[in-house]
């Protein structure tokens, strides 16, 4: 399946909620409205919905627009604009790097790594796992599992043992190893705010006490939650160094307007897109590839 057809729901509730816009035949005060709601509707969020909105009634204007079509085509452009200045790129330095991936529990943290790890060592890649989420017993089994698809190297501690600690160990493995890439779960407990800048500091902290240094602190949302997940997005990038969104769940939504609320409210670029659960299923962002499925 192509990623078009993957995020099927996605672009089926936007192009209904365009239904009224599109059955307007000029341009007048109303359709702004009209286009305003589908925004909203499609989760794009308040503050890049007004700022959208305005770009393109301000451009419409200026070019004497006086066809709701000819106004998306404006849209479609400002919307890949907004998307398309950041760097999505995942950094790796030449020597030994640590991605932490963070985020609630259940978002799909440890379904991102394995998948990430699975298409890295089809590339050749070697990485090593490190089973930072030592709160559930059950987590280190799924990352194990991964790690056998993949040929990566899992490193995990005793149930309810310090992450920090494992991650260490893992870097500590992967240097031993000339591996250059460690790839590390974290728990995703609901936190107090000062508990989970504390922890997250923590870890970074052990994890560099090594070789490795922390290029990529991915925050894993689940694209299902909508404008919850923001709020929750808001607390992380506020307690760590979030470099990155990988956006899960893509496929199981109607909601993607929300990476443009990411994107421009978080001020942090989406790099990776979760489609299903299968390995193939994780791409890199592409912002005008999603943006012109949205109006296909
Ligand atoms: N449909 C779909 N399911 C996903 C995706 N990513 C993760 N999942 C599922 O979400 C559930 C939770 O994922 P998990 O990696 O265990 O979350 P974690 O608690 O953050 O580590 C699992 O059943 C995954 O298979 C995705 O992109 N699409
Ligand atoms: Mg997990």
């Given at each position: 399946m192509t990623f078009t057809s993957r995020i099927g729901k996605v672009r089926a509730s936007f192009t209904?909620?365009?239904?009224?816009?599109?059955?307007?035949?000029?341009?007048?005060?109303?359709?702004?409205?009209?286009?305003?709601?589908?925004?909203?509707?499609?989760?794009?969020?308040?503050?890049?919905?007004?700022?959208?909105?305005?770009?393109?009634?301000?451009?419409?204007?200026?070019?004497?627009?006086?066809?709701?079509?000819?106004?998306?085509?404006?849209?479609?452009?400002?919307?890949?604009?907004?998307?398309?200045?950041?760097?999505?790129?995942?950094?790796?330095?030449s020597s030994l790097s640590i991605w932490l991936f963070v985020g609630v529990n259940g978002v799909g943290k440890t379904t991102t790594i394995g998948k990430l790890a699975s298409q890295r060592n089809s590339m050749g890649q070697k990485i090593v796992l490190a089973a930072g989420d030592t709160f559930?017993?059950?987590?280190?089994?799924?990352?194990?599992?991964?790690?056998?698809?993949?040929?990566?190297?899992?490193?995990?501690?005793?149930?309810?043992?310090?992450?920090?600690?494992?991650?260490?160990?893992?870097?500590?493995?992967?240097?031993?190893k000339g591996v250059e890439l460690v790839l590390a779960d974290t728990a995703g407990r609901v936190h107090t705010k000062s508990n989970l800048m504390e922890e997250l500091q923590k870890i970074r902290r052990v994890a560099e006490k090594g070789d490795g240094?922390?290029?990529?602190?991915?925050?894993?949302?689940?694209?299902?939650?909508?404008?919850?997940?923001?709020?929750?997005?808001?607390?992380?990038?506020?307690?760590?160094q979030v470099t990155g969104v990988a956006l899960t769940k893509l496929d199981g939504t109607s909601r993607g307007g929300i990476i443009f609320a990411i994107n421009e409210e978080l001020g942090i670029p989406v790099k990776l897109?979760?489609?299903?659960?299968?390995?193939?299923?994780?791409?890199?962002?592409?912002?005008?590839?999603f943006v012109n499925a949205l109006f296909d």
């Amino acid at each position: 399946m192509t990623f078009t057809s993957r995020i099927g729901k996605v672009r089926a509730s936007f192009t209904g909620s365009l239904t009224k816009f599109r059955s307007r035949n000029e341009v007048d005060g109303l359709i702004w409205e009209d286009l305003e709601e589908a925004l909203l509707l499609a989760d794009v969020g308040a503050t890049t919905t007004d700022r959208l909105i305005n770009e393109v009634r301000q451009l419409s204007k200026e070019e004497q627009v006086n066809n709701p079509e000819r106004v998306l085509e404006i849209l479609q452009r400002k919307m890949i604009d907004s998307l398309e200045s950041s760097n999505r790129e995942l950094r790796q330095d030449s020597s030994l790097s640590i991605w932490l991936f963070v985020g609630v529990n259940g978002v799909g943290k440890t379904t991102t790594i394995g998948k990430l790890a699975s298409q890295r060592n089809s590339m050749g890649q070697k990485i090593v796992l490190a089973a930072g989420d030592t709160f559930r017993a059950a987590a280190v089994e799924q990352l194990k599992q991964w790690a056998e698809l993949s040929e990566s190297t899992v490193i995990s501690g005793s149930e309810g043992a310090d992450p920090s600690s494992v991650i260490f160990d893992a870097v500590e493995h992967a240097a031993s190893k000339g591996v250059e890439l460690v790839l590390a779960d974290t728990a995703g407990r609901v936190h107090t705010k000062s508990n989970l800048m504390e922890e997250l500091q923590k870890i970074r902290r052990v994890a560099e006490k090594g070789d490795g240094t922390v290029t990529e602190t991915l925050l894993v949302i689940d694209a299902t939650t909508g404008q919850n997940g923001l709020i929750q997005a808001r607390q992380f990038t506020e307690a760590a160094q979030v470099t990155g969104v990988a956006l899960t769940k893509l496929d199981g939504t109607s909601r993607g307007g929300i990476i443009f609320a990411i994107n421009e409210e978080l001020g942090i670029p989406v790099k990776l897109v979760g489609i299903g659960e299968r390995v193939e299923d994780l791409l890199p962002f592409e912002p005008t590839d999603f943006v012109n499925a949205l109006f296909d």
